[in-house]
């Protein structure tokens, strides 16, 4: 497979659900280790995790030694701030392509976060390779080396998504359900309790 780095976006306040999603517990571990655990069980190394609000509690929960925590002290500009924070840190190991993951997409496996690294290694263009569900294409998501440069250059809150929909026609997908279930409201906390218990 191609060099892959993993970087999990972790740097909000959870302002809409009114605690922090980054620690909810799930399967007996936080949200955030739980997404780290599993970017490192699909074979990604290294696994970057990009903090901002909630840096000294996440740092607690990151200790091993394949998670590099990176702090983006400009979290509050948006997601475009992590995104590029993380794509920085990335480019440091030259891989060959960076896989964008949220932390409160828990249903995510490391089944398909391998199946995204297969897909993307088996195309010779340098396509995008991103998780299909409900129709749309999103995150976790594939970005090679040639846009990294577009990858910093989003601002405010975009994110990766922008940029699927500007290249979709060099976009490849990987069909996974349950990417669809994300927290970001006490409604979705409410759903996903049931659905986890």
Known sequence: MCKIAVIILAAGASTRLGQPK????????TLIRHAAETAHDGGYEPVIVVTGALHE???AELK?????VIHNSNWQQGM???IRTG???????EPDAVLIMLCDQPLITSEHLKA???TFSSLEDGSIVATGYEHIAGVPALF????FNSLKELQGEQGARELLKVHQNSLV??????AAVDIDTPEDLSGFMDRSS
């Open 22 to 29: 980054q620690l909810l517990p799930y399967k007996g571990k």
């Open 57 to 59: 509690q996440l740092l």
């Open 64 to 68: 091993e030694e394949h998670i590099e």
């Open 80 to 82: 475009s701030a992590s």
């Open 87 to 93: 794509v920085e840190a990335a480019e440091k190991q």
């Open 116 to 118: 995204l690294g297969i």
């Open 144 to 147: 090679p080396r040639k846009l």
């Open 173 to 178: 997908t990987v069909s996974f359900a349950g």
